[in-house]
């Protein structure tokens, strides 16, 4: 499985994937946890990690987030001190707790 980053998402690419054999996936929109990249110098598109995790708590309380992908990087500019994949662990937690189930991305 395959998610091509943004800049690189173009029919070539997933050609490319496709004859290596990958299934090329995306995350679902409406998240704004892919901005987990920017870094505070990043003025107009710089979002911390709790500003991310607000925005997806307050999106799940009014859309809910069955058979959403949602994208976390695991590693990001280290200009970038607040790592959102530092408080995975908080994430899913508190959608456990909303009992939500997490499924292997082949399973969808």
């Not at 200009?79 to 508190?94: F, H, P, Q, W």
């Amino acid at each position: 499985m395959f998610i091509p980053p943004y800049e690189w998402y173009n029919r070539q690419t997933v050609e490319w994937a496709e004859e290596l054999n990958f299934s090329v996936y995306n995350y679902t929109p409406g998240l704004r946890t892919p901005a987990d990249y920017t870094y505070p110098e990043m003025a107009n598109r710089y979002m911390s990690s709790d500003a991310i995790l607000n925005q997806l708590y307050s999106y799940e309380e009014t859309n809910g987030l069955n058979g959403y992908i949602i994208l976390i990087h695991i590693g990001t500019d280290p200009r970038r001190t607040d790592k959102l994949y530092l408080r995975l662990e908080e994430l899913i937690d508190k959608l456990n707790a909303k009992n939500y189930n997490f499924v292997r991305l082949e399973k969808l």
